[in-house]
């Protein structure tokens, strides 16, 4: 079992910044894929980013290129999501998940572990 909680949302204008953090706990952080995902109001799940094991192939959806940026320390069994020139459709509750390293990382059936999320709300 992996234990995640998310951290670090609230209430930003328009063209400001987060960063989210994921801490894990439980198994090896250091073995699972990490990615975050989002879902608005009456809207279904969106993919946003992930990264693999050791800090390589981030990948990002479309609404997040060239502006979010995913990260993570396993010393610290932590994943991050920097997020900048924030929009009010980036509004939604962000979720971290964890999952094996391999597969299609976009899509959120290939996560086992997912945290109880964080809410983004992005003012104009």
């Known amino acids: 079992q992996v234990q995640l909680v998310e ?3 609230g209430l930003v204008q ?3 910044s987060l ?3 994921c801490a894990a706990s439980g198994r090896t ?3 699972y894929r990490m990615g975050w995902f989002r879902q608005a109001p009456g809207k279904e799940r969106e993919f946003v980013a992930y990264i693999g094991w050791c800090g390589s192939s981030p990948y990002y959806g479309d609404s997040a ?3 979010f940026t995913i990260s993570r320390d396993n010393a610290k069994n932590t994943v991050y999501l920097q997020m900048n020139s924030l929009k009010p459709e980036d509004t939604a509750d962000y979720y971290c998940a964890a999952g094996p390293d391999y597969g299609l990382g976009h899509l959120a059936e290939n996560y086992d572990y997912w945290g109880q999320g964080t809410q983004v709300t992005v003012s104009l």
């Open 19 to 21: 960063r989210l953090s």
């Open 29 to 31: 952080f250091s073995v």
């Open 14 to 16: 328009a063209g400001g």
């Open 65 to 67: 290129k060239g502006r």
């Open 7 to 9: 951290s670090g949302g």
